[in-house]
């Protein structure tokens, strides 16, 4: 019986996971709390932590970051105690992304530089690439724009060698906000986004192509399209809206 309960608890974490990714995360949500009981009743503190993990990347999702931030912390203190340096670059790294969305920049950096070293030091070159957009992103925050350019670049390289076209597809829309904010150039800022909407659209990344569209708005009406920008934004509307992105919403509609 604790072994069919173990397997039920691993097969909702998994869905959980697969929702997610498809931004239900509703019903993302209910996986994870379903899988994190049965596991707290077994006692099985991996399962646990995996658990407490994943509902706290839903949570950030739809912007309960204090339930996330909570979730995310009691993963981590569990990875350390099993050793598990991966678990605990996974929690670092969302913990670094819930600080950074609350604007708690200096928390943040150090969060997802602690996560990159973990990353290099188990040769995940992935998850390096990863962390070096989530870096790059909070030094633009922070106007370093030089330093986000580079992490954005090494990240780009990184997902290239990989033949990560969706990773790819970030550090590229990520780079275009960069060429935005440091302003000299914003016809290099508006390719780099259609570059990343393209491969977006490609891959059939909804949540992606919305970013993407919202980003290309803000170029679009700097450089005096009004019209395109105003179209740009209704479509990542409809596409925010359709995913459940409140955060993504509520950016678009303050464009």
Same mark, same amino acid.
């Given at each position: 019986?604790?072994?069919?309960?173990?397997?039920?608890?691993?097969?909702?974490?998994?869905?959980?996971?697969?929702?997610?990714?498809?931004?239900?995360?509703?019903?993302?949500?209910?996986?994870?709390?379903?899988?994190?009981?049965?596991?707290?009743?077994?006692?099985?503190?991996?399962?646990?932590?995996?658990?407490?993990?994943?509902?706290?990347?839903?949570?950030?999702?739809?912007?309960?970051?204090?339930?996330?931030?909570?979730?995310?912390?009691?993963?981590?203190?569990?990875?350390?105690?099993?050793?598990?340096?991966?678990?605990?670059?996974?929690?670092?790294?969302?913990?670094?992304?819930?600080?950074?969305?609350?604007?708690?920049?200096?928390?943040?950096?150090?969060?997802?530089?602690?996560?990159?070293?973990?990353?290099?030091?188990?040769?995940?070159?992935?998850?390096?690439?990863?962390?070096?957009?989530?870096?790059?992103?909070?030094?633009?925050?922070?106007?370093?724009?030089?330093?986000?350019?580079?992490?954005?670049?090494? %990240? +780009?390289?990184? !997902?290239?060698? &990989?033949?990560? @076209?969706? =990773?790819? $597809? #970030?550090? *590229?829309?990520?780079? /275009?906000?960069?060429?935005?904010?440091?302003?000299?150039?914003?016809?290099?800022?508006?390719?780099?986004?259609?570059? %990343? +909407?393209?491969? !977006?659209?490609? &891959?059939?990344? @909804?949540? =992606?192509? $919305? #970013?993407? *569209?919202?980003?290309? /708005?803000?170029?679009?009406?700097?450089?005096?399209?009004?019209?395109?920008?105003?179209?740009?934004?209704?479509?990542?509307?409809?596409?925010?809206?359709?995913?459940?992105?409140?955060?993504?919403?509520?950016?678009?509609?303050?464009?």
């Amino acid at each position: 019986a604790m072994a069919d309960a173990d397997k039920e608890g691993h097969v909702l974490n998994q869905l959980g996971i697969v929702q997610y990714l498809m931004s239900s995360y509703d019903a993302a949500q209910d996986s994870q709390a379903h899988s994190l009981r049965i596991y707290e009743r077994l006692q099985n503190h991996r399962g646990r932590a995996n658990a407490l993990a994943d509902l706290g990347m839903v949570l950030r999702q739809t912007g309960d970051y204090e339930a996330a931030a909570r979730n995310q912390t009691e993963a981590l203190e569990i990875y350390r105690q099993l050793g598990d340096t991966y678990g605990q670059a996974n929690s670092l790294r969302d913990l670094g992304i819930i600080h950074s969305v609350r604007g708690d920049y200096s928390t943040a950096a150090q969060y997802q530089s602690e996560a990159y070293e973990l990353y290099k030091q188990l040769g995940d070159r992935l998850h390096q690439a990863y962390a070096l957009n989530e870096i790059g992103y909070i030094h633009r925050l922070v106007g370093a724009l030089a330093a986000a350019e580079e992490a954005h670049k090494e %990240a +780009l390289e990184l !997902y290239h060698e &990989l033949g990560d @076209r969706f =990773g790819e $597809a #970030n550090s *590229l829309r990520q780079l /275009g906000s960069t060429q935005r904010v440091k302003g000299d150039d914003p016809a290099s800022a508006m390719e780099l986004e259609e570059q %990343a +909407l393209a491969i !977006y659209q490609d &891959l059939n990344s @909804r949540d =992606g192509e $919305a #970013n993407a *569209l919202s980003e290309l /708005g803000v170029v679009q009406d700097i450089t005096g399209n009004s019209g395109s920008a105003i179209s740009s934004f209704r479509r990542a509307l409809v596409l925010f809206r359709e995913i459940g992105d409140r955060w993504g919403e509520a950016e678009t509609l303050n464009n």
